[in-house]
C-alpha cells in the first residue's frame, strides 16, 4: 500500500529532521506543513494516510486541528507530536481520536516504530474493512472454486466470500463444525482458489499415535530405520510449496501438537534420525469436529496459531433451504449408481422430518439414508425406511458386550454391507480409516 505522511508543526528544524529520519527508514511519499490552517487541504490533494500534529502553533490550536481531521477524514491516523507533558493534554487528545502521543524531543528509533505501528493498524484495519463488505455482502468472484458444494444457503456465501479473501494468504486455516457437515468439501474450494497446479496432500490424523504422526509428517532420514536405505520424504515434503491438509487433529498428543507447532512458528521441521531443520514452504489446512478452543488437552498457544482464520462450517440445521437441494441431488446421484428401482418421490412426512431436522444433523448422515433408500430399492421414501434398515443390521450378542466387543462387532457388519469396501465401512460409520482398521487390529490381537 502507498504510504503517505502529513508533518505538520511550525518549527521548521523539527520538520526537516523528522522527514529526514522517516526517508532514512524507506518512506518517501513525505510532506510537511507549518501552517496548519492548510491541513484539509493537504490531506484531500496527496492522499493523506498519516498525520503528525503538534500542539501549540502560532495560528491555531493543534486540538482544533485534530478535531478538523477526525470529523473530516475519519480514516486518517493522526499521532500528536508535541512538548507539552501534561497528562491532561493527553488524555483529551487521544479520546478525540489521535492514535500516540509522543513528547519532544523524540528519540529517532521511537518516532520510527510508532509509526511502522501505525501503518501496520491501518493495513489491518483496511483489510478487515474489505472482509467485512466482502462478507456481510456475500459477493462471490469465483464461484467455479465452489461449485461442487451445493448450496442456496447465505451463510455458506459469505463463507465462501471470506474465503476468497484469505486463500492466499500463507497463515493456517481451521475449519471447525460437526462431522460429515462439509469440511474437507471446503478444504477443497480453498485449493481451487489457489490453483490446480501446486501440491495438495490429505492426511487424516484422528487417531495416529506420536510415532505415526511423525513418521508421516516428517519422513525419515536414511539409516534412521533398518530397512530405510535412503531418505523418506514425508508429506510435508510431498506438500512442498502446496497445501498440507490435516483432517481431524482433535486428538493429537501433546508432543505431536509441539511439533505441528514448531513446524507453524519456524517454517521447518526435523526429519526422523536428523538434527538437521528442513525449511518448508506450505499452507495448513486442519479441521476437527471437536471443540479445541475450550479442550484442557490442547495447547493453547497452537489453537491460536491454527484459528488465525477460522470457519465454522454450519450443519444442516443452520440452513435448511440447503436441503431442497441435497435431497435431489442425492436421489439423481444414487439412482444412476445402484441397478435398482429408481427413488420416485418423497413421502410429505419425510419431507417435514428432514426439514424441522429430526433425522439428520448433516450432509452425510443425509447422504447415507438416501444411499442406504436406493441400495434398498424402495421406491418411496417414507417414515419407516430408516428403521428398516437400521433393523436389518441390529448387533446380537450371548452375553453383555464390552464397549469393544460391540465397537468390533458394528466395524464387522458395516464391512459386510459394504462388501469388504473398508473405507466406505469407516464412512458409513462417520470414523476415519485408521480408526476402523486400529479397532481390528485390536479384536485380532
Request: aromatic share 2%; charged share 20%.
Given at each position: 500500500?502507498?504510504?503517505?505522511?502529513?508533518?505538520?508543526?511550525?518549527e521548521g528544524s523539527f520538520l526537516d529532521s523528522a522527514r529526514l529520519i522517516l526517508w532514512s527508514a524507506g518512506y518517501e511519499s513525505i510532506h510537511i506543513l507549518s501552517d496548519a490552517n492548510k491541513v484539509l487541504e493537504y490531506i484531500e490533494k496527496y492522499n493523506i494516510d498519516l498525520v503528525t500534529l503538534d500542539l501549540t502553533m502560532p495560528t491555531i490550536d493543534g486540538r482544533v486541528v485534530l478535531d478538523k481531521i477526525v470529523s473530516t477524514f475519519p480514516e486518517?491516523?493522526?499521532?500528536?507530536?508535541?512538548?507539552?507533558?501534561?497528562?491532561?493534554a493527553i488524555v483529551e487528545c487521544m479520546n478525540k481520536g489521535a492514535r500516540d502521543y509522543l513528547?519532544?524531543?523524540i528519540d529517532d528509533?521511537?518516532?520510527?516504530?510508532t509509526i511502522n505501528n501505525a501503518f501496520d493498524s491501518i493495513k489491518i484495519k483496511k483489510e478487515n474493512r474489505e472482509i467485512k463488505a466482502r462478507f456481510f455482502e456475500a459477493k462471490v468472484a469465483n464461484p467455479s472454486a465452489f461449485s461442487h458444494v451445493i448450496t442456496q444457503s447465505p451463510i455458506m456465501r459469505q463463507i465462501f466470500a471470506y474465503l476468497e479473501l484469505v486463500s492466499s494468504s500463507p497463515l493456517p486455516i481451521?475449519?471447525?463444525g460437526e462431522m460429515g457437515v462439509g469440511k474437507s468439501l471446503i478444504a477443497q474450494a480453498i485449493k481451487n482458489l489457489e490453483g490446480q497446479t501446486n501440491p495438495f496432500i490429505y492426511?487424516?490424523?484422528d487417531g495416529m499415535n506420536e510415532e505415526e504422526f511423525c513418521d508421516t509428517l516428517f519422513g525419515n532420514q536414511k539409516g534412521n530405520l533398518t530397512d530405510n536405505l535412503s531418505d523418506k520424504k514425508g508429506k510435508i515434503a510431498?506438500?512442498?510449496?502446496?497445501?498440507?491438509?490435516l483432517d481431524e487433529i482433535g486428538r493429537l498428543s501433546q508432543e505431536s501438537q509441539r511439533k505441528l507447532l514448531h513446524l507453524i512458528q519456524e517454517n521447518g521441521y526435523y526429519p526422523r534420525g536428523s538434527n538437521q531443520i528442513k525449511k518448508s514452504n506450505v499452507k495448513i489446512i486442519a479441521t476437527t469436529n471437536k471443540d479445541i478452543e475450550n479442550d484442557f488437552n490442547f495447547r493453547k498457544d497452537l489453537y491460536y496459531r491454527l484459528?488465525?482464520?477460522?470457519?465454522?462450517?454450519p450443519n444442516l440445521n443452520s440452513r435448511l433451504e440447503d436441503i431442497p437441494l441435497l435431497v435431489a441431488h442425492f436421489i439423481n446421484k444414487f439412482n444412476r449408481e445402484f441397478t435398482v428401482k429408481e427413488i420416485k418421490k418423497i413421502s410429505l412426512r419425510l419431507k417435514q422430518q428432514v426439514l424441522s431436522g429430526e433425522i439428520m444433523g448433516n450432509v452425510r448422515e443425509l447422504e447415507s439414508l438416501i444411499a442406504n433408500i436406493s441400495y434398498a430399492g424402495i421406491t418411496v421414501l417414507n417414515l419407516m425406511e430408516k428403521n428398516h434398515i437400521a433393523n436389518q443390521y441390529s448387533l446380537k450378542f450371548e452375553n453383555f458386550p464390552t464397549m469393544d466387543e460391540i465397537k468390533f462387532k458394528a466395524i464387522q457388519q458395516a464391512i459386510e454391507y459394504c462388501n469388504n469396501n473398508k473405507t466406505f465401512a469407516a464412512k458409513k460409520m462417520n470414523i476415519s480409516k485408521q480408526t476402523l482398521f486400529n479397532i481390528l487390529a485390536k479384536n485380532k490381537s
Open positions: 500500500m502507498k504510504k503517505s505522511i502529513l508533518l505538520i508543526d511550525d486518517v491516523t493522526v499521532i500528536i507530536v508535541s512538548g507539552v507533558m501534561e497528562s491532561s513528547t519532544k524531543p528509533e521511537r518516532l520510527v516504530t481451521l475449519l471447525t492426511i487424516n490424523v510431498e506438500a512442498e510449496n502446496g497445501i498440507l491438509f484459528s488465525i482464520h477460522a470457519i465454522c462450517v
